[in-house]
C-alpha cells in the first residue's frame, strides 16, 4: 500500500445510485473525494462504477496528476524481485496507466529486466494470442494477449514476476483471472504483484492468486453493494464484447513493448493559456496523455480524457454522455462522457485509426449546444520501435 500511515482512522462513505446503494470504508489513502467519483453502470452484471479522477478516461484529468499516480503506485514496487519481470496494462480502461506505471518503474530501476505487454480487445493481423481470459462483470468480457516477437515470448517464458496494472479493483477476480491466464505462458512465475489507484477488496482476492502475491494501491478499504430492487434493468448492447481489428501501425503496446512507447506524429502547437481537450480512442490512450504534456509544456492547460466503451448512465459523475462509432470495426457502442467538464476551446483526438471520430465529436457538441475546434491526430508506430 502507498503510505499506509495516512488517515489511519477508517472513515466512511454511501453513495446512493439508481441502481443500488455503495456503501465504502476506506482504511488508507487521501480524501476519496480528491480520487474518484461514482456512477451508475448501465450494466446488469453490476450496478456501479468508480469513476477515477486521476486517470483521464470518463473526467477530464490534468497530465501532470496521471504521472503522478503513475510514479506512486510504480514507487510502491519493490526492486527487490524475482526477475526477468513482466508488466500487464489491463485494456481498456487501465491501458494508459499501465504503461505509464511500466514507464515509471523502468526509470528509477533501469538495470531490472522487464516487459510491457497489454491486454486488447482488438485483434492483430496474423497473430494467435498467447493467453486469454475473461473479466466477468465488464461489458467487454474477453482480454486478448498477444506477441509478435519471439524474443518477447522467450523472456515470458523465463520471467518470475508478473506485475497487473488496473484502475480499479472490487472484488479481485479480475486480477485472479489475469494471473491465472499468464500461467499459461509463464511456467517460471513465482510472483505476482497488482497495482490500482482503487482498491475495495480488503486484499480477500489475495489467497486466491495462483502464487504468492501483493498489492499495491494509492487507497484501499471495503466495500459493500446494496442493488434496488425496483431499478429498471439495464441490457448491454448487441456487440458489447466484439473484438475489433488493430491497424497494421498502430501501437505496439498491444503486442509487448521493451521500452514505453512514442507515436510517429505531428508535434503539436498551443498558445500559452488555451484549454485543450485531448482525447484518446479506447486502448489507444498512452499517446493523449503524452500530446497533452507537449501542450503544457507550451503553457496551455490540457487535460485528457479516452472514448470507451464503459456503458454508463447519465448522472452523477457523468454530466453527459456523447456517443461514438467505435473506430475498429467491432460494432461496439462508444461513448464520451464529460465533454465540456475541462472547458476546452479546443479538442484534439489522439487515433490510430481514421473513422470518423472529428464527425462524431462536432454531433456530440451540437447535442450539447457547443461549437470548437477539434482535430484527429494521427499516430502511428514503428514495428522496429
Not at 487521501?30 to 450494466?43: S, V, W, Y
Not at 465540456?340 to 451540437?366: F, N, T
Amino acid at each position: 500500500m502507498i503510505d499506509e500511515t495516512i488517515n489511519a482512522k477508517p472513515r466512511h462513505k454511501q453513495v446512493v445510485l439508481p441502481t443500488g446503494t455503495l456503501n465504502l470504508t476506506i482504511e488508507h489513502g487521501p480524501d476519496i473525494d480528491d480520487l474518484c467519483d461514482f456512477a451508475a453502470r448501465a450494466n446488469p452484471k453490476r450496478g456501479f462504477l468508480i469513476v477515477s479522477k486521476v486517470l483521464g478516461r470518463h473526467i477530464p484529468a490534468r497530465p501532470a496528476v496521471m504521472r503522478k499516480t503513475m510514479d506512486e503506485l510504480a514507487a510502491s514496487i519493490s526492486s527487490d524481485l524475482s526477475q526477468p519481470v513482466v508488466f500487464l496494462g489491463m485494456a481498456e480502461t487501465a491501458t494508459a496507466l499501465g504503461q505509464g506505471v511500466f514507464a515509471a518503474f523502468q526509470a528509477h530501476h533501469p538495470a531490472i529486466a522487464c516487459l510491457y505487454l497489454q491486454t486488447s480487445r482488438q485483434r492483430l493481423a496474423g497473430l494467435t494470442p498467447i493467453a486469454t481470459f475473461e473479466e466477468g462483470h465488464s461489458h467487454a468480457t474477453s482480454h486478448l494477449v498477444q506477441i509478435e516477437d519471439l524474443a518477447m515470448l522467450d523472456f515470458i517464458a523465463k520471467a518470475r514476476t508478473l506485475i497487473v496494472v488496473d484502475d480499479e479493483c472490487s472484488t479481485g477476480n479480475t486480477f485472479i483471472s489475469a494471473a491465472e491466464g499468464m500461467l499459461v505462458v509463464m511456467p517460471n512465475l513465482e510472483q505476482v504483484d497488482t497495482c490500482c489507484i482503487t482498491d475495495w477488496s480488503g486484499g480477500k482476492y489475495l489467497s486466491g492468486m495462483p502464487r504468492p502475491a501483493n498489492s499495491h494501491s494509492v487507497l484501499s478499504g471495503s466495500m459493500s453493494w446494496e442493488a434496488n430492487p425496483a431499478a429498471v434493468v439495464p441490457q448491454l448492447a448487441a456487440g458489447s464484447n466484439g473484438a475489433g481489428n488493430a491497424p497494421e501501425n498502430g501501437m505496439r503496446s498491444r503486442c509487448g513493448l521493451w521500452q514505453p512507447e512514442v507515436a510517429i506524429r505531428p508535434a503539436v502547437e498551443c498558445q500559452p493559456g488555451y484549454r485543450v481537450l485531448v482525447l484518446g480512442d479506447g486502448e489507444h490512450s498512452y499517446e493523449a496523455l503524452r500530446i497533452a504534456e507537449e501542450i503544457e509544456a507550451q503553457g496551455g492547460i490540457a487535460a485528457v480524457q479516452s472514448i470507451t466503451r464503459t456503458p454508463a448512465l447519465v448522472g452523477h459523475a457523468m454530466r453527459t454522455r456523447s456517443e461514438f462509432n467505435d473506430a475498429y470495426g467491432s460494432t461496439a457502442p462508444a461513448f464520451l462522457y464529460n465533454m465540456l467538464e475541462h472547458d476546452p476551446y479546443r479538442v484534439i483526438i489522439a487515433a490510430e485509426i481514421e473513422a470518423g471520430q472529428v464527425q462524431d465529436a462536432h454531433a456530440a457538441l451540437v447535442r450539447l449546444g457547443a461549437s470548437l475546434q477539434v482535430e484527429l491526430m494521427l499516430c502511428h508506430y514503428s514495428r522496429d520501435a
